[in-house]
């Protein structure tokens, strides 16, 4: 084992590789049940967001990744701007949101992969917690074989288990629309434009914004790309392209077959699928897209184990954590930290079984956890600006358009979002029960205290002045 140093980091990625990369981080199957719920007004939350907070995290992102391509990522860019103190709290916040997402992801493969047996199981806790179990430690030790092996695990699953679902399912959809099938949701000026009437009913856009985050993960790895400076804002924009496209009518599909009130947040996508293919009588090949949806989502765990760590790496190097946090293997992994983690989500994986049913445990972790990367994207947001004024002469292969206005405007844009989304992820959801919404609250309020305490801790340690040569 090495521990404290910086192994020089082979550039092995092209921009298709990190396109793949970006995609299977961010185009999550496992968010479209959460939108179809709206119906046909998903097209106008999914433009909004886009607005308000893709847009301006793929800006950021390509300037911030560019302009420090160091390994560490949002930690590097936190850190530049308000310190170290901030800096661990940033990267703090994006392992930990990772690690409570793991149960959420892992419970979409154990819910698609009981449709193979028997979809029952999909609603047995026991059942649930095993899959986690299995899957995670496995995708762990991919990761353990560095990074070239984890690009190539991602590619295949983001080609094979993300873009090829969504690719059938929106076919499916554009064919039962024009072969006069019964539609599950309207397409009137006034369900594409929604009257709001209550707060309730806008909850599960925080769902929507957690669907699209992700951007930034992947400027952990810029010191791999071949050429930062050209390629990182190249891939930045066709990713971008391909994941609203893609999210947005493999959504509509899923709402145009499955009622609102019958969509299981876990399932939802199987069910559209099973609804396509006996109408279409293909239910043979229920079982092969089952198959491929979760092959796609270990690609996506076996992209985001790696990802977030490098970031925490980087605050063990800057000696804010315990010194065994940086010890790395021959290919430069962070053995410690994904072992850690690995311990951790085991623990939360126990939250289906404590919690009335799996779906509500699904939604109270999907919650928590934007509501904890929300945080980390708001100081993002709030370094960007920081950094035009603290280090105005750094040479910025790529910047925000419209100068000073443009920076403004998006960082306080992309801010105020991640404010308002953070306060409306405590509201319980209409589409989805609950149960005691008091209650509800209360455990979210908890797991964000919980989950936020340990990085508080390092306010009360003094700044670091050293810096790891290898950044």
Known sequence: MQQNQAPAQPRVLSV???????????????????????????????????ILFFLPTALVTAELATTWPKSGGIYIWVREAMGPKCGFLVVWLQWIYNVVW??????????????????????HPLYMILVILLVFWFCTLINFFGMKISSWVSSIGSI???????????????????????????????????????????????????????????????????????DYPRAIKISSAIILFTLILSSLAVAIVVPAEELNVVTGLVQAFKEFFEEFHLSWMLPFICFAIIVGAMGGVATWIIGPTKGLLAAARDRNLPSWFAICNKKGVPVSILLLQAVIVSLLSLTYWYL?????????????????????????????????????????????PLGWLGIWGVGLLGAITCLGAILLGFVPPKQIQVGNPTLYQGLLLVGVLVFCFPALLIHKLPASSSRDPGE
């Open 16 to 50: 298709f590789s990190l396109v793949m990369i970006n995609v299977i981080a961010v185009d999550s199957l496992r968010t479209l049940p959460f939108s179809a719920k709206f119906g046909s007004s998903l097209i106008y939350f999914y433009l909004l967001c886009a």
């Open 356 to 400: 009335p049913t799996v779906e509500t445990a699904y939604l109270f972790l999907t919650e928590l956890t934007a509501i904890l990367a929300l945080l980390m994207y708001l100081l993002m947001f709030v370094s960007v600006i920081i950094l035009r004024y603290k280090q105005p002469d750094m040479h910025r292969p790529y910047r925000v």
């Open 102 to 123: 793991y149960p959420t992801v892992l419970g979409l493969i154990a819910g698609v992969a009981a449709y193979l047996f028997d979809p029952t199981l999909a609603d």
């Open 160 to 230: 094979v288990g993300t873009l090829l679902p969504m690719s059938i399912i929106i076919m499916l959809g554009g064919y039962w629309l024009i072969t006069d099938h019964p539609v599950q949701v309207e397409f009137s000026m006034s369900a594409l434009v929604p009257q709001i009437g209550e707060i309730h009913e806008l909850v599960l856009i925080t769902t929507i914004l957690f669907g699209l985050m992700g951007l930034e993960m992947s400027a952990v790895h810029a010191q791999e790309v071949k050429n930062p400076s050209v």
